[in-house]
């Protein structure tokens, strides 16, 4: 029984010094509270800001923070206190009231936000601090977002922004990078920018087949082909001409298997040329066997002086200047005017008896006595004209007849005919003949 009383005695003692506690906490916190009252009602009356900023470090309550943050008169003093609070949610929410009242956001309040998504929000909001506020984003498509907008709402989409500059820099994804390039076909600076980023193959072959959508699709194409090394891609470009800058396109190609298909199966003359010089040894051997032309075996010799195959290249030219097709002509060396013309015939033979040939005439013109040209379309010819040609057979012979119209602009001056000739083994060389027109 006496026990009993004890135990309780003792509890009844806690409780009573847990009240007198409590009541003493209660009163405490009354007081704390009608104290941050008094300085908030000191801050809402007050427009000095050294004044007002003293009391705001004295505050404590987030929901007197927020009430100066958003009520005071005074932006800078109501900023200070929206950077006094902690709870982020109440924060993010005093930002989008001084976004709806286009109060000013500094980098003070930005540099409080944490919350990426957020910050894309606020970006949209504020177009001269979205490059500053991309610089504290990680998330790619919200960069993405970001750029997108600022283009969107750009009046002239061909100026370049040094903010939209320092979007694209925090982009890295690739993709999303192709897709931002899109609005810049007619910006060609900010499409250069964008380029400047991308360097997976795929995305710049996609590009580069699309420049022709570009306003400055040379440009383009120049860009994305000097950072694509696939040769195969290159090859395509090169021999489909697909470019004008193909030269400097073939130059880096090193495959010599490709290399082999451009001297083969080029159209443009010059590229096969250039290919053909690239080639290796080995495939240059080949490629000038299969030819089988006096000229190819010449420049691999050129090229390939002390090569194993350099004599027997020698033999190859030693045949040819025993079967290649012998090209004599008869042409007559003046003529005189008959009724208003000079007319006249060409002969070709061969005399060799080994291979037949082709004769293309390449160009055709009078020089006057006083140095003037004229040309074929000038000078009343129906006959003469470039790209007509005569084929003369082994141990044969073939004749073209030709005329131009007498006048007294060329009259005693000179006509000039140069014939390309390619014999059956592909062979060539040119036939220039001269026939003075006497007056």
Known sequence: ????????????????????????????????????????????????????????????????????????KRNRISKFAACQIENEKLFYEIVRIYLQRSVTIDRELLDRIQNEDFLCEVAFELRDLSGYIAERINNQNL??????????????????SPILRQIIARITNQELLFKLISYFKTNKQMCLVVLSKISDTEILKKIFNES?????????????????????????????????????????????????????????????????????????Q?????????????????????SKFTELAKERIAWHDVVDAKIEWECPKSLKSNRGRYEWTVVFLETGGYSGYTATIVQSYVMSPNGDI?????????????????????KGSARYSHWISSSEQW???????????????????FAKQTIHLEK
Not at 143 to 160: G, R, V
Not at 374 to 383: C, Q
């Open 1 to 72: 029984m006496e026990k009993v009383t004890i135990k309780s005695l003792l509890l009844l003692v806690f409780f009573i010094m847990l009240s007198v506690s409590i009541q003493a906490q209660s009163k405490e916190e009354i007081k704390k509270q009608k104290r941050e009252l008094a300085y908030f009602n000191k801050v809402m009356g007050s427009d000095k800001d050294k004044t007002c900023e003293k009391y705001i470090k004295l505050i404590e309550s987030e929901n007197l923070l927020y009430r100066i943050a958003v009520e005071h």
């Open 143 to 160: 960069l993405y977002k970001i750029a997108e907008h600022f283009i969107l709402t750009t009046p002239n989409k061909t100026t370049e």
């Open 212 to 284: 022709r959508s570009f306003y400055y699709m040379e440009t383009i194409q120049t860009e994305t082909l000097e950072k694509i090394d696939d040769q195969t891609f290159l090859y395509e470009v090169v021999l489909n001409n697909l470019s004008s800058m193909s030269r400097k396109v073939l130059a880096k190609i090193n495959d010599q298997t490709l290399l082999y298909n451009l001297a083969l199966n080029a159209e443009n003359s010059d590229i096969k040329r250039l290919a053909y010089l690239s080639l290796n040894e080995e495939m240059l």
């Open 286 to 306: 080949k490629i000038v066997w299969e030819n089988d032309k006096k000229t190819d075996y010449i420049n691999f010799i050129n090229k390939f002086p002390d």
């Open 374 to 394: 004229w040309s074929s379309n000038k000078y009343g010819s129906r006959e003469v004209s470039n790209g007509r040609s005569i084929t003369v057979p082994k």
């Open 411 to 429: 009259n005693g001056g000179t006509y000039y005919l140069v014939w390309r000739v390619e014999d059956e083994r592909g062979n060539t060389s």
